[in-house]
């Protein structure tokens, strides 16, 4: 089932861009959780566009509401469904795009798959804004997580080749999630907003990395093979539109050195057993080994680009050209960074109800 994610809490997204409404039905929530709305909305206002340089124009109010699964303030531990209506959309930017897909989106894959059915309008259920449910989802499990001791954080690692400081991989990291772009170097954030401001007004875009830490993460939880803690965090993080790349730790780093130096080597500590190094992010034999779950997310550049491009004409099956009138994002990335925070926070809830 494409929409659907998870063992023990079971999300299930829903809707199109264009039509009356998106949302989420989260099954299995422990009962008699609190969840604050307020840091909820929050949360989602960090994804909705217009905080971030070179987001799209597209005012997303991503007004919630929740039709089942809460009463006095509380989880009831039947579904949670939350819906968001659908407003400022403008279809006629995509009328054109029926005929001529856009590179890099998902309109000839979706074309092919469902052989013209789908609603093509704003992206459809492709759309990035099915990010919204899914970070509103994420903002319940990240309540509950952190009434268990554990933090979930994420910052722009990089845009371009410009880079933030990375993530000291045995620390909780300092939370920037107030900055509107949210990175640890105010000096190389501004490099990277002037970035996305050039590549917006010559039309074009540019991916970069969300790199995300959660801490307080018990040892011992997750197993080993094909359900390890690795590919339950990857498959859903690979649900997040636009993400090609997943890496845990020193991620594909690791193949430049020696074991003598990779190895994180354990210690008696006050507290128990630690690692004295995290190059592992916190994962061996897809069980957590109590050090902070460290990895990084790789975005492409948005496919939507003002630039004329080259595609084909489906009417008159000819090559052409596509020029993208509608609003997108220059950079996904800044808005991105509550989504991964939400989509690892969901992982690890469903693993941590279900060991
Ligand atoms: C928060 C967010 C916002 C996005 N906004 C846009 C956008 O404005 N225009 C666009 O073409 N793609 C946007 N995308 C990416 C597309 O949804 C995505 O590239 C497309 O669905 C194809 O999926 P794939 O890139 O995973 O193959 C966004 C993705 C995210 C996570």
Redesign the pocket.
Known sequence: MSSMWGNKIRISLFGESHGKGIGVVIDGLPPGEPIDTERIAQHMKR?SPGFQPGA?ARREGDEISVISGFYNGKTTGTPLCAMIGNSDTRSVDYDKLVAKP?P???DLTGLARYAGANDPRG?GH???RL?APLTFAGAVAIQILNRRGITVRAHIASIGTIEDTPYDPTQTPEDCSERSLPVLSEDRGLKMRQLIETLRDEHDSIGGVVECMATGFPAGLGRPIFDNMESRIASILFG????KGVEFGRGFKVSQFKGSQNNDSPYMAEEGIRLRTNHAGGIEGGISNGMPILFRCAF?P???IGKPQKTVNLETMTDDTVEITGR??SC?VP??VP?IESAAAIALLDILLED
């Open positions: 994804r799209t856009r890099g989106h998902a992206g492709f759309s990035g990010t997040v539109p636009a993400v492409k948005t496919p939507s997108h994002d996904i808005r991105a989504v």
